[in-house]
């Protein structure tokens, strides 16, 4: 469960290239006439200030100075704690070996803007290799999913996509130590009140006896197991399906983890039997107006405006639904249901609903997509989302705000401005439009 802005289409840890250095080669000159002896030990070499060890220094000075003012923090924040009902036997022993993680700020501060297509972003996470790894998890843990299928009413495929995309089947599920990171990132402020509160229900979890502290690990930001819970979405929706009398979803074992996620999708009104979206073949001259989320029709409805199922028959009605065009007019283009919405709950970026529902299909036998992308484009960056909302709104088709975010304003601004310039009102934020704007 991603807490930054960006989709975290969790899945194995990148592989960083190593560093390539040229070679630093001190030259002394021996003085003409002088008589060159054998030394037994090499003299120092000149010190020579590297960029990476100023760094080094600069972020242990920075360490050092932290380290004294997050100890003071800690003393105010045991009594924030006491008051949250955590006992000081539990507040001692999880910040027995605690320290201010200079790394974490570093990620937090450095995270690195999402700007995938999400057509790129689709052949990472629904890659034949997670597709061929999800089937043999839902071979091997089959009776398990079966039976939290059974309880919960959420398909088993759904739940093994959401543990393929958040830890590639437990594969990567993170060593940072919890109580630690979210100490730092609630003394550091940035977020300060938001990581206070993790890190409060991150004690509750220690006091209540489900894990111990050199066990709750996961991800720089607070995310935890196999399926990455938030430790806050933890305490409200974790459940013990193993019976053991702890919800154990830092276990080799995931069978707390995945029973988790499907409680989790329950909660928020998962609808068994029901398709998270469904590729569909659009009309020729379809109105793109209609392609908004707050536009709901039954698929029998919308069969009568001529949009059915990719292979030309209407689609079931399964419930209401709303047309979805994540790549514009050029794009696959989808008829999204209500569990849509539900995992958004985990995960609010079109790429990772697309991602967890695409896979899920795939896992139980499904076919790609059909229609296909425009890959000759590119994501927009941040500041070009900002550009491209200037550039509207001093056009005369204000977005209402510049942010850098395409919500439905920005996309509603984007209309109008491709309808008074005949183009396909599809609402699409391209670099071809931010090229025309320009």
Not at 314 to 321: F, T, Y
Not at 376 to 386: C, G, M, P, S, V
Request: glycine share 10%.
């Amino acid at each position: 469960m991603t807490v930054a802005a960006p989709v975290q289409a969790t899945g194995p840890a990148s592989s960083l290239r190593p560093e390539m250095r040229p070679a630093v080669m001190a030259k002394s000159a021996a003085p003409v006439g002088a008589v060159l002896r054998p030394q037994l030990r090499p003299s120092p070499a000149p010190a020579v200030a590297r960029p990476e060890d100023q760094q080094e220094a600069a972020v242990m000075n920075v360490q050092a100075t932290s380290n004294e003012g997050f100890n003071r923090w800690i003393d105010g924040f045991r009594a924030r704690a006491r008051a949250q009902g955590i006992s000081d036997a539990t507040f001692d022993a999880a910040f027995r070996n605690v320290r201010y993680n200079a790394d974490v700020i570093q990620r937090d501060r450095n995270q690195s803007e999402f700007t995938k297509t999400l057509w790129d972003y689709l052949d990472s996470a629904v890659s034949d290799t997670r597709i061929r790894n999800g089937r043999a998890a839902l071979e091997r843990h089959g009776p398990v999913l079966d039976r939290i299928e059974a309880e919960y009413g959420v398909e088993k495929e759904v739940v093994a996509a959401v543990w393929g995309l958040e830890s590639a089947y437990g594969a990567v599920r993170g060593d940072t130590p919890i109580i630690g990171a979210m100490a730092t990132l609630a003394y550091d402020g940035r977020r300060g009140a938001f990581f206070e509160e993790q890190l409060i229900a991150a004690l509750k979890i220690l006091q209540s006896g489900d894990t111990t502290a050199d066990r709750m690990t996961g991800s720089w930001a607070g995310a935890m197991g196999h399926t990455q819970f938030m430790p806050t979405s933890y305490l409200s929706y974790a459940v013990d399906f193993t019976g053991d009398g702890r919800r154990d979803i830092w276990s080799d074992d995931p069978t707390d983890a995945l029973a988790s996620t499907a409680a989790y999708l329950k909660n928020f009104g998962w609808i068994s039997g029901q398709p998270w979206g469904v590729e569909v073949r659009l009309p020729n001259g379809f109105d793109y107006t209609q392609a908004n989320r707050s536009i709901t029709k039954m698929p029998s409805d919308w069969a009568r405006l001529g949009i059915t199922g990719i292979d030309g028959q209407p689609v079931r009605d399964h419930g209401s639904a709303s047309i979805l065009l994540p790549a514009g007019a050029e794009g696959a283009a989808f008829m999204i249901f209500k569990n849509f919405s539900v995992i958004e709950r985990y995960n609010t970026a079109d790429a990772y609903v697309i991602g967890v529902g695409h896979l899920s299909d795939r896992i139980a036998g499904a076919g790609p997509i059909r229609f296909g992308w425009p890959r000759n484009d590119r994501a927009l960056r941040y500041t070009e989302r900002k550009e491209l909302q200037e550039r509207l709104t001093n056009a005369g088709f204000s977005t209402q705000g510049i942010d850098g975010r395409i919500g439905p304003k920005t996309i509603d601004a984007i209309r109008s401005f491709q309808r008074s310039n005949g183009l396909t009102p599809d609402g699409y934020a391209s670099i071809s439009l931010l090229e025309r704007l320009r």
